[in-house]
């Protein structure tokens, strides 16, 4: 749970008393909370290359909701996106949901009904953003790290694989310390949910 709160959640919303009383409510909950007047504002300030949750108006001066939504898609960002508006539809949340909107909720919305839908899009934020990270540590392995890694993941023993790759036991030692330096990896177990992330 600690790990959850640690991942921001942002707030856009050109109505004050709304950024306000949402801020109040959720940082007594424990979460961190930004808040922006503006989408361009948030976009200009926010980190956008960091884990995090957005709840977004729809309808603002400047850039509107979707139109934030869009720019993060383009960006392909791992901030998960929850609309709360007054002027959503049907219509509105059916594109929302297609083009990869978290949640969508109607003004006022209840803690009851917001705490919910923020858990999930911390957790899938920080999911996407750690995926970022594997691959990008992953597509830096050599060819021989690539396949210790997946005898490794396997559950092979080190002379199973030196037997399997033709090489020595000491020269799989070496390849696979620096493998798992690569992926600051600790144990089988990381190597594991390295894997199950990537799907390699």
């Known amino acids: 749970m600690d790990e959850m709160l640690a991942v921001p959640v942002h707030i856009v919303d050109d109505d004050d008393a709304v950024r306000e009383a949402l801020r109040y409510?959720?940082?007594?909950?424990?979460?961190?909370?930004?808040?922006?007047?503006?989408?361009?504002?948030?976009?200009e300030q926010a980190p956008?290359?960091?884990?995090?949750?957005?709840?977004?108006?729809?309808?603002?001066p400047g850039l509107s909701g979707?139109?934030?939504?869009?720019?993060?898609?383009?960006?392909?960002?791992?901030?998960?996106v929850i609309f709360l508006t007054s002027h959503g539809d049907l219509p509105m949340a059916v594109k929302a949901f297609r083009d990869g909107?978290?949640?969508?909720?109607?003004?006022?919305?209840s803690a009851a009904d917001l705490l919910p839908?923020?858990?999930?899009?911390?957790?899938?934020?920080?999911?996407?953003?750690?995926?970022?990270?594997?691959?990008e540590q992953f597509s830096?392995?050599?060819e021989r790290e690539t396949q210790l890694f997946q005898q490794v993941v396997k559950g092979q023993m080190n002379k199973q694989i030196a037997a399997a790759l033709c090489i020595s036991v000491r020269t799989v030692e070496v390849h696979r310390a620096r493998m798992m330096a690569r992926l600051g990896a600790?144990?089988?177990a990381d190597l594991v949910k390295?894997?199950?992330?990537?799907?390699v």
């Open 194 to 199: 390295i894997a199950e992330a990537l799907k």
């Open 186 to 188: 600790n144990s089988i």
């Open 140 to 142: 830096e392995l050599t």
């Open 101 to 109: 909107a978290c949640d969508f909720h109607q003004k006022p919305v």
């Open 25 to 43: 409510v959720l940082e007594g909950y424990g979460f961190r909370v930004d808040d922006y007047s503006s989408g361009d504002r948030f976009l």
């Open 117 to 135: 839908s923020l858990a999930k899009a911390q957790r899938s934020s920080l999911l996407r953003y750690r995926k970022g990270l594997y691959r």
């Open 48 to 60: 956008l290359d960091a884990p995090g949750c957005l709840i977004l108006d729809s309808r603002m």
């Open 66 to 80: 979707q139109q934030v939504h869009q720019r993060l898609n383009e960006l392909a960002a791992c901030i998960e």
